[in-house]
C-alpha cells in the first residue's frame, strides 16, 4: 500500500494500520466462497477512531468494509480495499433491567452473549447455528434468525436501539430522546431523505404489498424496505434499515436488545420419513402443533452427520415450554402426531442439536479436496415448500451437482442447500447456469432469495430481480443518501453488475492432511488463547494456503515473507491446546499441523539431546529445578541469560523449584499414583506442601491406598516431546512409562489436568484418571468438609475442558466453597507448557479478560487443576492460584 496512504490513515488512528502480508491475507478468508485481498486491515480502539478512520479512507478514495466474526457465507465481508477490524476491540456486553434488556458491542459472540444472560432466565432472540462463533455485529448486519426465533424475535424484531457511525463521521444513539432533532443538526439531507422515501413507498399501493409479502418470511435480500411502513421518525427508520445492511449504511458500535425469556424446560426428537417430500408434506400439520423448532434433513446431510445410511429424510422436532405439564401435554400430542416419543434428556437433545448445528461444516468438511463448499439459503410460503424441494432436486441433477444436500428451518418455509465446486480453474459457467435457474424456481414459488444469510456479493446482481425496478430505485436512494461517496462496503448488496456473484471466487488450494478439511468457517476462533495477539486456527490454515498459491505461482518475495511472518505469528505462539478441536465441527486440531511444522525445524542435535533427555528425565527436571532455584537467587544473571534467544524468559513472579517425586510402592494399591513432574519444575504456591502431598493426605483421610511406582522421577507425560515435534524421545519417555506402569488393575491417576491427557495418549488402553475425577467419585464422599470458603475464583484448563472434567471440577469447588465463579473471560491461558516461559505475551493476551474479571471481584481464594496454569493466572491477575486439591485438602484437614 502507498505509504501516503498509510500516513494518512494512521494520522487518523495511530497504531491501527497492519499492512503486513500475514495479517492481510489472514483475515481475507472468510466463511464464504469469495476471496479478496485487502491493502490494510484497519484495528481501531473505538467508535470515535471509526468515524476518523471512515472519513480518512473516503478522502482517500478507497471503501471500508467492517470485518468481526466472519462467519457470513455470501461475501460481506471480503473487499480489496480496506478491511475493519471491528472485532477485537469491540466485545462488551452489559445486562440491563435483570437480563430483560441487555447493551451488546459488535464483537461479543452471541454465545457469550447468552452465557451473561442465562443466570437471568434470558437469552437474545436471534439463534442462528453459528452461535458459538458468530458476533453480534454480524447478527445485526445480516438481520439473523435462526432455528426457533422465526421472523418474531429475530434481530429486526428484538432490537431496541443502536448507537451507530455514520459515514460522515457523524455518531447517533437511536435510543436517545432527542435522537431525531440530532440527526436533523447533524444529517439534515438524510433525515429529509428517510421521510421523503418513507412516504414514497407508503403512497405506493404495489409498494407496500410487495414488502408485506417479501417480510411476512424470512427475508434479508436487499435493505429491509419493512423498516419504511413500521417506523414512521427518522432516527427509527434509519436504526431498522441498519439492520440487514450488511455494513453498506453505517457501523453499528453498541445496540441494546429486548431479550426473550430462556424456556426451562425442552423435549426433543428426530422423526424418520421415507422420502424428503413426505417429510416435507407434514409441515403444515406439524406447524399447528407449535414447535419451537422443526429442522429438515434430507439423506446426505443424514450420512455426512453419521446418522444411519438408509435414513432419506428426518425432521428434528422440538417443543420449549416454562410448564412442564404444558411439555407433557405437548410430548403426547407429539406422539399422536409422529408415531415417536420425545427426549428431555440433556446430553441426547444436545447430541441432536450439535449435529445440526455442525451441519454445514460437516458436509462441507467432506467434500472432495480442492473444491469449495456453496451454501444458499431461501424461502417460501410453507405450502410450496416441497414443490421447491423437488424443483432443487431436478436442478442439481439438470446440473450434474452430485451428493447436494438439503436442510433448513422447515417451519419458517426457508431451505438451505450446498454444492460444492471448483473454482480453481476459473471456470464458473456450470454455477451461473444453475444459479439463473434457481433464481427463476424461487421467485417463481413467490420466495426470497436470501432468507438469513444476507444479500452479499452473491445475490446482489438479483435484488432488482425479486423486488422491482421501482423498489430497487428506493434502496438505491438509502444507499445514496446514508454514503454519498459509496465508501461503505463497496460491491455487496446492491449492484449493477449482472456478473458480480462470479468474480472474486475463492480457489481451494490443497496444503495438509491434517487441515484440508476446514471449510474457513471461523467457529474455532473465539476459543483460540492467541486471537488477539498474532493468528488463529482459521488464519494459520489460510495462511499455508495462501504460501502455497504465492509458491505455485512463482511469486518468491510474497512467500518469503509469509514464510518468515509465519514463524512467530502461527508457529511460535500456537499453544497446541486443541481447544480448536472442541469448536471445529470437522474436528481439525491445528496443534497437529504446529507439531510437525516446529518438528521440521528442530536439527538432528537437538533431537538427540531432548532423546538423552527423555533418557535421564529425573537428572535433567531437578537442573531445571536448580536453575530457577539458582534465578531467585542471582536475578540479575537470571535476566541476562533469558535475553538468549531460545530460553525462557525468568521474571520474579516465577516460582523456585519444587520437590523431587519419590517412589512409594504398595500393594494392593486403590490406584497407582504418577505425580506430575511440574511439582519438581514449580515450587508449591506461597510455601504450601503442593498438590501430590494433597492428593496423598485425601486418599487417606478416605482410607484409600497410592502406589507411586519405583523409578517415578524419569517419568513424564511426554507432552515436552509431542508439543516440539519430538518423536524419537516421545517414544522413548513411551516406552519408559510403559515399562513402569505395566498392566494395572486400578486406575492410573495424575494430579494435573494436562499431564492426564498426555498419558490417555502415551498409555492407550490403560485407565487413566485425573487426580479431581478421581478424588470426585472415590474420596470426596468419604471426607468431611471442616472449613468451607464464603467464594472461590476457578479456572478450569483447555485440557480439564477436553478430558470432560467440569462435572467433577465442580463437585469439588461446590464442596469446599458457597460461591463458585468462573469469570467472565475465562479461555485457555495459554500457558502451554513452556510457552509461557518462552513467550509470557502470549499468556498475558490470552488471560486479559479473565483477569480483569477477576480483579473487579471479590474472592476468599482462586484455583485451577494444573501448576502451570496456576503460574499463568497468578501472574496475570496478582491473585495466588492453588491446585483445587490442596483447597480440598486444607477444607478437610481433622
Same mark, same amino acid.
Given at each position: 500500500?502507498?505509504?501516503?496512504?498509510?500516513?494518512?490513515?494512521?494520522?487518523?488512528?495511530?497504531?491501527?494500520?497492519?499492512?503486513?502480508?500475514?495479517?492481510?491475507?489472514?483475515?481475507?478468508?472468510?466463511?464464504?466462497?469469495?476471496?479478496?485481498?485487502?491493502?490494510?486491515?484497519?484495528?481501531?480502539?473505538?467508535?470515535?477512531?471509526?468515524?476518523?478512520?471512515?472519513?480518512?479512507?473516503?478522502?482517500?478514495?478507497?471503501?471500508?468494509?467492517?470485518?468481526?466474526?466472519?462467519?457470513? =457465507?455470501?461475501?460481506?465481508?471480503?473487499?480489496?480495499?480496506?478491511?475493519?477490524?471491528?472485532?477485537?476491540?469491540?466485545?462488551?456486553?452489559?445486562?440491563?433491567?435483570?437480563?430483560?434488556?441487555?447493551?451488546?458491542?459488535?464483537?461479543?459472540?452471541?454465545?457469550?452473549?447468552?452465557?451473561?444472560?442465562?443466570?437471568?432466565?434470558?437469552?437474545?432472540?436471534?439463534?442462528?447455528?453459528?452461535?458459538?462463533?458468530?458476533?453480534?455485529?454480524?447478527?445485526?448486519?445480516?438481520?439473523?434468525?435462526?432455528?426457533?426465533?422465526?421472523?418474531?424475535?429475530?434481530?429486526?424484531?428484538?432490537?431496541?436501539?443502536?448507537?451507530?457511525?455514520?459515514?460522515?463521521?457523524?455518531?447517533?444513539?437511536?435510543?436517545?430522546?432527542?435522537?431525531?432533532?440530532?440527526?436533523?443538526?447533524?444529517?439534515?439531507?438524510?433525515?429529509?431523505?428517510?421521510?421523503?422515501?418513507?412516504?414514497?413507498?407508503?403512497?405506493?399501493?404495489?409498494?407496500?404489498?410487495?414488502?408485506?409479502?417479501?417480510?411476512?418470511?424470512?427475508?434479508?435480500?436487499?435493505?429491509? =424496505?419493512?423498516?419504511?411502513?413500521?417506523?414512521?421518525?427518522?432516527?427509527?427508520?434509519?436504526?431498522?434499515?441498519?439492520?440487514?445492511?450488511?455494513?453498506?449504511?453505517?457501523?453499528?458500535?453498541?445496540?441494546?436488545?429486548?431479550?426473550?425469556?430462556?424456556?426451562?424446560?425442552?423435549?426433543?426428537?428426530?422423526?424418520?420419513?421415507?422420502?424428503?417430500?413426505?417429510?416435507?408434506?407434514? !409441515?403444515?400439520?406439524?406447524?399447528?402443533?407449535?414447535?419451537?423448532?422443526?429442522?429438515?434433513?434430507?439423506?446426505?446431510?443424514?450420512?455426512?452427520?453419521?446418522?444411519?445410511?438408509? !435414513?432419506?429424510?428426518?425432521?428434528?422436532?422440538?417443543?420449549?415450554?416454562?410448564? =412442564?405439564?404444558?411439555?407433557?401435554?405437548?410430548?403426547?400430542?407429539?406422539?399422536?402426531?409422529?408415531?415417536?416419543?420425545?427426549?428431555?434428556?440433556?446430553?441426547?437433545?444436545?447430541?441432536?442439536?450439535?449435529?445440526?448445528?455442525?451441519?454445514?461444516?460437516?458436509?462441507?468438511?467432506?467434500?472432495?479436496?480442492?473444491?469449495?463448499?456453496?451454501?444458499?439459503?431461501?424461502?417460501?410460503?410453507?405450502?410450496?415448500?416441497?414443490?421447491?424441494?423437488?424443483?432443487?432436486?431436478?436442478?442439481?441433477?439438470?446440473?450434474?451437482?452430485?451428493?447436494?444436500?438439503?436442510?433448513?428451518?422447515?417451519?419458517?418455509?426457508?431451505?438451505?442447500? !450446498?454444492?460444492?465446486?471448483?473454482?480453481?480453474?476459473?471456470?464458473?459457467?456450470?454455477?451461473?447456469?444453475?444459479?439463473?435457474?434457481?433464481?427463476?424456481?424461487?421467485?417463481?414459488?413467490?420466495?426470497?432469495?436470501?432468507?438469513?444469510?444476507?444479500?452479499?456479493?452473491?445475490?446482489?446482481?438479483?435484488?432488482?430481480?425479486?423486488?422491482?425496478?421501482?423498489?430497487?430505485?428506493? !434502496?438505491?436512494?438509502?444507499?445514496?443518501?446514508?454514503?454519498?461517496?459509496?465508501?461503505?462496503?463497496?460491491?455487496?448488496?446492491?449492484?449493477?453488475?449482472?456478473?458480480?456473484?462470479?468474480?472474486?471466487?475463492?480457489?481451494?488450494?490443497?496444503?495438509?492432511?491434517?487441515?484440508?478439511?476446514?471449510?474457513?468457517?471461523?467457529?474455532?476462533?473465539?476459543?483460540?488463547?492467541?486471537?488477539?495477539?498474532?493468528?488463529?486456527?482459521?488464519?494459520?490454515?489460510?495462511?499455508?494456503?495462501?504460501?502455497?498459491?504465492?509458491?505455485?505461482?512463482?511469486?518468491?518475495?510474497?512467500?518469503?515473507?509469509?514464510?518468515?511472518?509465519?514463524?512467530? %505469528?502461527?508457529?511460535?505462539?500456537?499453544?497446541? %491446546?486443541?481447544?480448536?478441536?472442541?469448536?471445529?465441527?470437522?474436528?481439525?486440531?491445528?496443534?497437529?499441523?504446529?507439531?510437525?511444522?516446529?518438528?521440521?525445524?528442530?536439527?538432528?542435535?537437538?533431537?538427540?539431546?531432548?532423546?538423552?533427555?527423555?533418557?535421564?528425565?529425573?537428572?535433567?527436571?531437578?537442573?531445571?529445578?536448580?536453575?530457577?532455584?539458582?534465578?531467585?537467587?542471582?536475578?540479575?544473571?537470571?535476566?541476562?541469560?533469558?535475553?538468549?534467544?531460545?530460553?525462557?524468559?525468568?521474571?520474579?513472579?516465577?516460582?523456585?523449584?519444587?520437590?523431587?517425586?519419590?517412589?512409594?510402592?504398595?500393594?494392593?494399591?486403590?490406584?497407582?499414583?504418577?505425580?506430575?513432574?511440574?511439582?519438581?519444575?514449580?515450587?508449591?504456591?506461597?510455601?504450601?506442601?503442593?498438590?501430590?502431598?494433597?492428593?496423598?493426605?485425601?486418599?487417606?483421610?478416605?482410607?484409600?491406598? =497410592?502406589?507411586?511406582?519405583?523409578?517415578?522421577?524419569?517419568?513424564?507425560?511426554?507432552?515436552?516431546?509431542?508439543?516440539?515435534?519430538?518423536?524419537?524421545?516421545?517414544?522413548?519417555?513411551?516406552?519408559?512409562?510403559?515399562?513402569?506402569?505395566?498392566?494395572?488393575?486400578?486406575?492410573?491417576?495424575?494430579?494435573?489436568?494436562?499431564?492426564?491427557?498426555?498419558?490417555?495418549?502415551?498409555?492407550?488402553?490403560?485407565?487413566?484418571?485425573?487426580?479431581?475425577?478421581?478424588?470426585?467419585?472415590?474420596?470426596?464422599?468419604?471426607?468431611?468438609?471442616?472449613?468451607?470458603?464464603?467464594?472461590?475464583?476457578?479456572?478450569?484448563?483447555?485440557?480439564?475442558?477436553?478430558?470432560?472434567?467440569?462435572?467433577?471440577?465442580?463437585?469439588?469447588?461446590?464442596?469446599?466453597?458457597?460461591?463458585?465463579?468462573?469469570?467472565?473471560?475465562?479461555?485457555?491461558?495459554?500457558?502451554?507448557?513452556?510457552?509461557?516461559?518462552?513467550?509470557?505475551?502470549?499468556?498475558?493476551?490470552?488471560?486479559?479478560?479473565?483477569?480483569?474479571?477477576?480483579?473487579?471481584?471479590?474472592?476468599?481464594?482462586?484455583?485451577?487443576?494444573?501448576?502451570?496454569?496456576?503460574?499463568?493466572?497468578?501472574?496475570?491477575?496478582?491473585?495466588?492460584?492453588?491446585?483445587?486439591?490442596?483447597?480440598?485438602?486444607?477444607?478437610?484437614?481433622?
Amino acid at each position: 500500500m502507498h505509504a501516503r496512504l498509510v500516513r494518512a490513515l494512521e494520522n487518523a488512528a495511530p497504531g491501527s494500520v497492519r499492512t503486513r502480508a500475514t495479517d492481510r491475507l489472514g483475515l481475507a478468508h472468510d466463511a464464504s466462497h469469495y476471496l479478496l485481498a485487502p491493502q490494510a486491515v484497519l484495528v481501531p480502539r473505538g467508535a470515535t477512531e471509526v468515524a476518523a478512520l471512515i472519513r480518512a479512507a473516503a478522502a482517500v478514495g478507497l471503501g471500508v468494509t467492517f470485518r468481526s466474526g466472519g462467519t457470513s =457465507l455470501s461475501g460481506q465481508a471480503g473487499t480489496d480495499q480496506l478491511l475493519m477490524d471491528v472485532r477485537r476491540h469491540f466485545r462488551q456486553i452489559e445486562v440491563l433491567d435483570g437480563g430483560a434488556r441487555v447493551r451488546v458491542q459488535p464483537g461479543a459472540v452471541l454465545r457469550q452473549v447468552n452465557a451473561r444472560l442465562a443466570p437471568h432466565g434470558r437469552r437474545l432472540g436471534p439463534d442462528p447455528a453459528s452461535e458459538s462463533a458468530c458476533t453480534v455485529g454480524g447478527v445485526i448486519a445480516n438481520n439473523s434468525s435462526g432455528m426457533t426465533c422465526g421472523t418474531h424475535a429475530n434481530t429486526y424484531q428484538t432490537l431496541e436501539s443502536l448507537t451507530l457511525v455514520l459515514a460522515s463521521g457523524t455518531v447517533l444513539d437511536t435510543g436517545a430522546p432527542d435522537a431525531d432533532a440530532v440527526l436533523r443538526h447533524h444529517e439534515p439531507s438524510l433525515a429529509a431523505a428517510l421521510l421523503s422515501l418513507r412516504d414514497r413507498v407508503r403512497g405506493n399501493l404495489d409498494s407496500v404489498r410487495r414488502i408485506e409479502q417479501q417480510f411476512a418470511m424470512k427475508n434479508t435480500m436487499g435493505y429491509g =424496505l419493512n423498516s419504511l411502513l413500521d417506523h414512521d421518525s427518522p432516527a427509527q427508520i434509519l436504526a431498522h434499515l441498519l439492520i440487514g445492511s450488511e455494513g453498506t449504511l453505517g457501523f453499528v458500535a453498541s445496540a441494546v436488545f429486548r431479550t426473550v425469556p430462556l424456556a426451562r424446560h425442552a423435549s426433543t426428537g428426530l422423526v424418520v420419513f421415507p422420502t424428503l417430500r413426505e417429510a416435507v408434506a407434514a !409441515m403444515p400439520e406439524l406447524v399447528a402443533a407449535g414447535p419451537a423448532a422443526v429442522e429438515l434433513l434430507d439423506a446426505e446431510s443424514l450420512r455426512v452427520s453419521g446418522r444411519s445410511a438408509d !435414513m432419506e429424510a428426518a425432521l428434528l422436532v422440538e417443543w420449549q415450554e416454562e410448564d =412442564l405439564s404444558l411439555l407433557a401435554e405437548r410430548e403426547a400430542a407429539a406422539h399422536r402426531l409422529l408415531g415417536t416419543s420425545l427426549s428431555r434428556d440433556a446430553a441426547g437433545r444436545a447430541a441432536l442439536w450439535h449435529t445440526r448445528k455442525g451441519l454445514y461444516a460437516a458436509v462441507a468438511g467432506a467434500r472432495p479436496a480442492g473444491t469449495v463448499a456453496l451454501l444458499e439459503d431461501v424461502a417460501v410460503p410453507v405450502p410450496v415448500l416441497a414443490d421447491l424441494c423437488d424443483d432443487l432436486t431436478a436442478l442439481f441433477d439438470r446440473h450434474g451437482y452430485e451428493r447436494s444436500v438439503i436442510f433448513g428451518h422447515a417451519k419458517d418455509g426457508n431451505l438451505h442447500f !450446498m454444492l460444492t465446486e471448483r473454482f480453481g480453474d476459473g471456470d464458473s459457467r456450470r454455477y451461473a447456469a444453475f444459479t439463473e435457474d434457481m433464481v427463476d424456481a424461487v421467485l417463481g414459488r413467490g420466495g426470497t432469495l436470501k432468507a438469513e444469510h444476507g444479500t452479499g456479493r452473491v445475490m446482489a446482481p438479483f435484488v432488482r430481480r425479486q423486488y422491482g425496478d421501482e423498489l430497487f430505485d428506493v !434502496m438505491v436512494a438509502i444507499k445514496r443518501a446514508c454514503d454519498p461517496a459509496g465508501t461503505l462496503n463497496p460491491g455487496v448488496l446492491l449492484t449493477d453488475d449482472p456478473a458480480a456473484h462470479l468474480k472474486h471466487l475463492k480457489p481451494v488450494v490443497a496444503v495438509e492432511s491434517e487441515v484440508d478439511r476446514c471449510v474457513e468457517c471461523g467457529y474455532c476462533e473465539p476459543v483460540c488463547p492467541s486471537r488477539d495477539l498474532t493468528t488463529t486456527p482459521r488464519q494459520r490454515i489460510v495462511l499455508r494456503r495462501e504460501l502455497a498459491a504465492a509458491t505455485a505461482a512463482g511469486d518468491l518475495p510474497l512467500a518469503e515473507e509469509l514464510a518468515r511472518e509465519y514463524q512467530y %505469528d502461527a508457529v511460535d505462539t500456537c499453544a497446541v %491446546d486443541g481447544m480448536c478441536a472442541t469448536a471445529c465441527p470437522v474436528l481439525i486440531n491445528t496443534g497437529d499441523l504446529t507439531k510437525r511444522l516446529r518438528a521440521s525445524t528442530v536439527s538432528p542435535a537437538q533431537q538427540r539431546a531432548w532423546g538423552s533427555a527423555a533418557r535421564h528425565w529425573d537428572g535433567v527436571s531437578r537442573a531445571m529445578k536448580l536453575a530457577l532455584n539458582t534465578a531467585a537467587a542471582g536475578p540479575f544473571v537470571a535476566r541476562a541469560a533469558t535475553r538468549l534467544p531460545g530460553l525462557p524468559r525468568w521474571s520474579p513472579d516465577l516460582p523456585r523449584g519444587g520437590a523431587r517425586r519419590r517412589p512409594a510402592p504398595v500393594s494392593s494399591p486403590d490406584a497407582l499414583y504418577l505425580p506430575s513432574c511440574l511439582s519438581t519444575l514449580f515450587a508449591p504456591a506461597d510455601g504450601g506442601a503442593g498438590v501430590p502431598a494433597a492428593v496423598r493426605r485425601l486418599a487417606a483421610r478416605a482410607g484409600l491406598r =497410592l502406589s507411586v511406582p519405583a523409578g517415578i522421577g524419569d517419568l513424564c507425560c511426554g507432552t515436552p516431546w509431542s508439543s516440539k515435534g519430538l518423536p524419537d524421545g516421545y517414544e522413548i519417555m513411551r516406552q519408559r512409562v510403559r515399562a513402569a506402569v505395566g498392566d494395572p488393575a486400578v486406575p492410573v491417576i495424575t494430579d494435573a489436568a494436562s499431564c492426564t491427557e498426555g498419558f490417555e495418549r502415551l498409555l492407550p488402553g490403560v485407565p487413566v484418571v485425573d487426580a479431581v475425577a478421581w478424588v470426585a467419585s472415590e474420596v470426596l464422599p468419604r471426607l468431611r468438609v471442616t472449613r468451607r470458603l464464603p467464594s472461590l475464583a476457578l479456572h478450569p484448563t483447555c485440557s480439564s475442558v477436553r478430558l470432560g472434567l467440569d462435572g467433577a471440577i465442580a463437585a469439588v469447588a461446590g464442596a469446599i466453597a458457597d460461591r463458585v465463579d468462573i469469570p467472565e473471560g475465562w479461555q485457555c491461558c495459554a500457558f502451554a507448557g513452556d510457552r509461557g516461559l518462552l513467550h509470557p505475551e502470549l499468556t498475558a493476551s490470552a488471560t486479559r479478560a479473565e483477569a480483569e474479571s477477576v480483579r473487579r471481584g471479590v474472592y476468599a481464594a482462586h484455583a485451577s487443576v494444573n501448576r502451570t496454569c496456576e503460574i499463568g493466572l497468578t501472574r496475570s491477575t496478582g491473585e495466588t492460584y492453588h491446585h483445587l486439591l490442596e483447597l480440598l485438602d486444607q477444607a478437610t484437614e481433622e
